[in-house]
């Protein structure tokens, strides 16, 4: 049970819940700020204060003022009005982040929001009562307005949820899990729906995945280092120490470990002095998205714990502040170079790839990594479809942060596209997880034609690893099950793991 307070949530703990479907609870320190902050809303409102989405309208209607008695029409109004999602829905572990985020930085006690209205929220969290979010429709400027509004709709007995795995109406998800819908208070929609949670949750899952990319990344290239008779010296830790970036220098290690003791890669090979620059500079190339992803890890901490609603409660300063904090140029910036990171991998990824398959390149490996050339194809389609990919992501890897387009009659304009940025993020994660996968089964196949008994320990522990799901190639076969296979092994840590049963802990 993960205890929320807005201040500590960690983004382990995230996928803990997300995934692991650990519960959660509002810890027993943030109940009397949040009951503090509601006291101070509810007092506002019956002396019949103006403050901006309490007692106004919103957006370019922040002069309309808003009498106590349609306070609660106000509120609902918004949300109904706001769910202008559209597109897919988010996949289950994206929506599960959203809804724990929400809570999180409502427990800080700055939104003035009931604490039995997020008790309803944790409830379905708790309770796997997952609202339909559309993908598209979020300009994360006023926060994800749009698909935050469709997660409250479930909670007023509007909208669709997925329940036991089951799509259906929100009102039926409630009742069959047992939960009571919430007629929304003062303020309340608001605090619901002003914030960074989509873009927060769609970035954080691609940012998990990219910390586990980082370390199978390396791995891939220590085995293709090794297929290509790699030159070690280019890994010594005093030429990285020489330049001082902290990924560099962890890659370079990483290397080092993954091929000692290998009977492939030497300090000196015969016939050439250096090797191409997707081997030999791997540590600058690897090392510079894991420099890239720990900017992201450390803005994305910081993000899961912040209050992002809008106007921010201040009850000790008797203050109630109209800000800003739900802009998502933090995140935006943050997840398009997340994108841009992830790219880069696949990028050298397939560079690594394709001096393996072609016999120029490949330091005596035969064509395409078959031995009957001209009869087989062999692995030189598996290229075609890595590249075909990495030209993808650089589609993907435009940012979306540097455009902006006003609204609400340009009472907002300047918007982050924050959430376009972490979706994009989450697509090249996808490309680059599949290209690695493909350029791990030619290493395979390499290795397995040089003698994977010349392997490293560690390599071999992978090498064998992967032989458990696909088999060396000695005829053409169908590919793409053997490439989703070991594509499984990536998403699921199994290469790392594997790699780590030998060598340790990789950083």
């Given amino acids: 049970m993960i205890s929320l307070n807005g201040r500590d949530l960690t983004i382990e703990q995230v996928i803990r819940v997300t995934r692991g479907y650990e519960e959660v609870k509002i810890a027993e320190e943030a109940k009397a700020p949040m009951d503090k902050a509601r006291a101070y809303v509810e007092?506002?409102?019956?002396?019949?204060?103006?403050?901006?989405?309490?007692?106004?309208?919103?957006?370019?209607?922040?002069?309309?003022?808003?009498?106590?008695?349609?306070?609660?029409?106000?509120?609902?109004?918004?949300?109904?009005?706001?769910?202008?999602?559209?597109?897919?829905?988010?996949?289950?572990?994206?929506?599960?982040?959203?809804?724990?985020?929400?809570?999180?930085?409502?427990?800080?006690?700055?939104?003035?929001?009931?604490?039995?209205?997020?008790?309803?929220?944790?409830?379905?969290?708790?309770?796997?009562?997952?609202?339909?979010?559309?993908?598209?429709?979020?300009?994360?400027?006023?926060?994800?307005?749009?698909?935050?509004?469709?997660?409250?709709?479930?909670?007023?007995?509007?909208?669709?949820?997925?329940?036991?795995?089951?799509?259906?109406?929100?009102?039926?998800?409630?009742?069959?899990?047992?939960?009571?819908?919430?007629?929304?208070?003062?303020?309340?929609?608001?605090?619901?729906?002003?914030?960074?949670?989509?873009?927060?949750?769609?970035?954080?899952?691609?940012?998990?995945?990219?910390?586990?990319?980082?370390?199978?990344?390396?791995?891939?290239?220590?085995?293709?280092?090794?297929?290509?008779?790699?030159?070690?010296?280019?890994?010594?830790?005093?030429?990285?120490?020489?330049?001082?970036?902290?990924?560099?220098?962890?890659?370079?290690?990483?290397?080092?470990?993954?091929?000692?003791?290998?009977?492939?890669?030497?300090?000196?090979?015969?016939?050439?002095?250096?090797?191409?620059?997707?081997?030999?500079?791997?540590?600058?190339?690897?090392?510079?998205?894991?420099?890239?992803?720990?900017?992201?890890?450390?803005?994305?901490?910081r993000e899961i714990n912040a209050v992002t609603d809008n106007p921010i409660i201040f009850p000790d300063d008797d203050d109630a502040i109209s800000g800003g904090n739900f802009h998502g140029q933090p995140m935006a910036l943050a997840f398009d170079f997340l994108g841009i990171a992830l790219s880069e991998y696949a990028n050298v990824s397939e560079r690594r790839l394709e001096r393996m398959v072609n016999p120029q390149l490949s330091n005596g490996l035969p064509a395409f990594l078959t031995k009957n050339g001209g009869l087989n194809s062999g692995f030189m389609i598996a290229q075609y479809s890595a590249a075909s990919m990495v030209s993808e992501n650089k589609v993907y890897a435009h940012p979306a942060s540097v455009d902006s387009i006003p609204s609400s009659a340009n009472q907002e304009d300047h918007v982050s596209m924050g959430t376009t940025a972490a979706r994009k993020a989450g697509m090249i994660l996808d490309n680059a997880e599949k290209v690695i996968a493909i350029e791990l089964f030619a290493a395979f196949q390499a290795l397995h034609i040089r003698g994977e008994a010349k392997l490293a320990p560690a390599t071999r522990a992978v090498w064998d690893e992967m032989r458990r799901v696909v088999e060396p190639i000695e005829d053409d076969v169908v590919m793409y099950p053997r490439l989703n296979a070991v594509e499984k092994l990536v998403r699921g840590g199994d290469i790392v793991r594997a790699a780590q049963s030998v060598c340790g802990e990789l950083n």
Wanted: net charge neutral; proline share 2%; glycine share 10%.
């Fill in 43 to 301: 007092e506002k409102v019956a002396s019949g204060a103006a403050i901006y989405g309490l007692t106004t309208g919103f957006g370019k209607f922040q002069d309309k003022y808003i009498s106590i008695h349609d306070t609660a029409t106000l509120q609902r109004n918004l949300i109904v009005s706001h769910a202008c999602g559209m597109g897919e829905p988010f996949a289950e572990d994206i929506t599960r982040g959203i809804m724990l985020l929400r809570c999180n930085a409502l427990c800080r006690g700055n939104s003035g929001i009931r604490r039995s209205t997020v008790e309803t929220l944790i409830a379905m969290l708790n309770a796997r009562v997952h609202p339909i979010i559309p993908q598209k429709g979020s300009l994360g400027a006023s926060g994800d307005l749009a698909p935050l509004a469709h997660m409250v709709l479930v909670m007023i007995g509007e909208g669709e949820a997925v329940y036991n795995g089951e799509r259906m109406s929100g009102a039926e998800a409630m009742a069959r899990a047992g939960i009571p819908t919430v007629e929304l208070a003062a303020k309340e929609g608001l605090a619901l729906i002003n914030g960074t949670q989509v873009m927060t949750s769609a970035g954080l899952h691609a940012l998990y995945g990219a910390m586990q990319l980082a370390k199978t990344a390396d791995i891939a290239a220590a085995m293709t280092a090794e297929a290509q008779l790699g030159i070690t010296k280019a890994f010594d830790a005093k030429v990285h120490e020489l330049r001082g970036h902290k990924g560099q220098m962890d890659c370079a290690a990483n290397i080092r470990k993954l091929i000692e003791g290998s009977g492939l890669c030497a300090a000196v090979q015969q016939g050439k002095v250096q090797d191409a620059y997707s081997i030999r500079c791997v540590p600058q190339i690897h090392g510079a998205s894991r420099d890239a992803i720990e900017y992201v890890r450390a803005a994305v901490s």
